[in-house]
Structure formats: structure tokens, C-alpha cells
């Protein structure tokens, strides 16, 4: 007879009072029930403390943790990381969910014994409109081998180079994460999953993507309605991920593959536009017309980017005049 794997599904929250009720609501009724939700606080100030307290009284299967400090969602995860006692571990974000059947779809496919990650296609959800909007990557076009390193990294690029591969949300064999140390870096709060999934595949880790799309992933700005969820707590670090993929390029791991020194400078510069136009939208926004500026004075190249902005700001401001 064969024994269901048991999964345990880590929940990160902070600030989340009104909208982690989906996402607990989401664990709760998954058809492959979890062994275990774990549910790490990030040093919320507003009422999430009192709110995750009171679900854990009423679910056993539910644990709550906080982080010793506000240390953003590398450190919140492994707090839940180091907590888990399940054979898998799952991750979801408090403003995202589960589809009914997630936990079911991803332990069918790990029962295969071949692989120690698996992930689904995303699901993109509009918070505002409340309905699924479409898929990132779309039916029959994920790839069903093992994904390699090389692999990953090309569907990292960034800066409008398709869709980032980086938002996965795999679910994990335990002993393999043990057993070779793979944890979240615990100084990066933006970019996480991207070099965690570097470390594991750098381990050896076996990879697959499925062809369902069971992670409802809410889209900061909805597709449908055009307004902002407002529910994400994603610190904007586009410079620190441009920094940190041109520190990969010179590890002594990866530095002699030439093909992958590349894919990581194309990530870096997809990056860098992200960088600018994000500087540019902020500074617009917020009146300061001199910070682009003596940003074109010590980085002429930003200009091209900065006049695309102001290009598409005026004519998104014409379109509602």
C-alpha cells in the first residue's frame, strides 16, 4: 500500500490582517490535506499577530511562528523551513493562494521518485476584479524534462524578456534541502526564490515543471480592473538583484561556463532597465524631475529609458483627459 507523502505548508505573512484569510482559507481546504500549516509572522504591527492566533485555536494542523525580528521573507521562510516535518514543504505568500487541488497535482507527480523540486505554472489572479485573468506561461508550453541549471537561469532575464521563471513556487523534498544546506539568504528581500532555486540546482537538485496552474498568484496590478491589490509587501530592490546576478557570474562555480556568465549579464542588464524605469515611475510620481536628472549626469545610458517613461506617462494621461 502506498503511504501519501506528507507535505507542510509554510505561510509567511507580515501586515496581512486583511487578506491572509485567503490564503490560510486556501490551505485549509486542499485535497491532499498538508501534514502541517505553518504560518511565520514577520513582526506584523498591525492585527495579524491576534488574527493568526485565534485560526490556530480553531485548525490544529495550524502553527504559528514569528521571526525574532523583521527580517523580511528570506528570514520568515526559514523559520518555517527549519519547523517543517513533512516529507515536501510547500511555501505560499499571505496575499496569494492555493487552488483546491495544488497539493494533489504536485504530490502525483513527485510520487515518481525522480525528483526533489516540483512546480506548477502560475495562475494569475486579479484581486480587485476577483477572478483568474490567465496563465504565465500557458497550456502545453512547460517543458516536460528535468530543468537544468542553464535552463533556468535563460528564463530569468528579466527587464520584459518573457515571463521570469523566479515567481515559481516549487514545492521541495525536505531531506534533499537538509542534507545539503539550502536555505534562503537571509539578507535579500527581493529576488529570493530565484537564488535559492540557484543553490539547489548548483546541488544537484532534480527539477520538473507540471502543466496545470494551481498558484493563484495575485497580480499587483490587475489586468481586468486596472487598480493595485495593495497587498504586496515586496520591497523593491531591482539594484541589489543586478548587483547579486553579477556576483553569481563570478562564482568559481559557474565563472569557467562561459554560456552562463552571459545569462547572467543579460540578467543583469534586464535588470537594469527594471531599475530605471521603477526610479523613474517613483521620481515622476513624486515630483523629484532633478533626481533623473543627476541620474542621466552620472549614467548617460539612462536616458533612453527615462524618455520611454515620460513618453508612456503622458500618454496614459492623455488617454483619461
Not at 528579466?158 to 534541502?177: A, I, T
Not at 529570493?192 to 540546482?201: H, K, N, Q, S
Not at 515622476?284 to 552620472?298: D, E
Request: with cysteine; hydrophobic share 45%.
Amino acid at each position: 500500500m502506498n503511504v501519501p507523502m506528507s507535505v507542510s505548508l509554510v505561510i509567511t505573512t507580515y501586515n496581512a490582517q486583511a487578506f491572509i484569510m485567503r490564503a490560510v482559507s486556501s490551505a485549509l481546504e486542499q485535497t491532499h490535506a498538508p501534514l502541517e500549516i505553518i504560518i511565520v509572522d514577520d513582526c506584523s504591527t498591525d492585527g495579524t499577530p491576534d488574527l493568526l492566533g485565534r485560526v490556530a485555536r480553531a485548525h490544529d494542523c495550524i502553527r504559528v511562528m514569528s521571526t525574532p525580528y523583521n527580517g523580511g521573507p528570506s528570514v520568515a521562510r526559514n523559520v518555517g523551513l527549519g519547523a517543517a516535518r513533512g516529507d515536501w514543504i510547500a511555501f505560499l505568500d499571505a496575499d496569494d493562494a492555493f487552488a483546491p487541488d495544488r497539493l494533489d497535482v504536485l504530490m502525483a507527480r513527485a510520487a515518481a521518485g525522480d525528483c526533489d523540486a516540483v512546480a506548477d505554472d502560475l495562475a494569475y489572479y486579479d484581486a480587485m476584479a476577483g477572478q483568474v485573468t490567465g496563465r504565465a506561461m500557458g497550456a502545453g508550453q512547460v517543458p516536460r524534462t528535468p530543468i537544468s541549471l542553464r535552463e533556468y537561469i535563460a528564463h530569468n532575464r528579466s527587464g520584459g524578456d518573457g515571463f521570469d521563471w523566479g515567481l515559481l513556487k516549487p514545492v521541495f523534498r525536505r531531506e534533499f534541502m537538509l542534507a545539503h544546506g539550502i536555505r534562503y539568504d537571509p539578507v535579500v528581500r527581493h529576488g529570493e526564490d530565484f537564488l535559492l532555486m540557484i543553490a539547489f540546482l548548483m546541488a544537484g537538485g532534480r527539477f520538473f515543471l507540471i502543466d496545470h496552474a494551481t498558484y493563484l498568484y495575485t497580480q499587483r496590478q490587475g489586468s481586468v480592473s486596472g487598480r493595485a491589490s495593495g497587498m504586496s509587501r515586496t520591497v523593491i530592490a531591482y539594484r541589489d538583484m543586478h548587483d547579486t546576478a553579477l556576483a553569481l557570474a563570478r562564482d568559481p562555480r559557474i565563472r569557467d561556463n562561459p554560456e552562463l556568465v552571459a545569462l547572467l549579464h543579460q540578467r543583469a542588464a534586464g535588470l537594469q532597465r527594471l531599475d530605471d524605469s521603477y526610479f523613474v515611475s517613483v521620481a515622476l510620481r513624486s515630483g523629484a524631475v532633478g533626481a533623473i536628472f543627476r541620474r542621466i549626469m552620472r549614467r548617460p545610458a539612462f536616458l533612453p529609458a527615462m524618455i520611454r517613461q515620460v513618453a508612456a506617462a503622458l500618454r496614459r494621461r492623455l488617454c483619461h483627459s
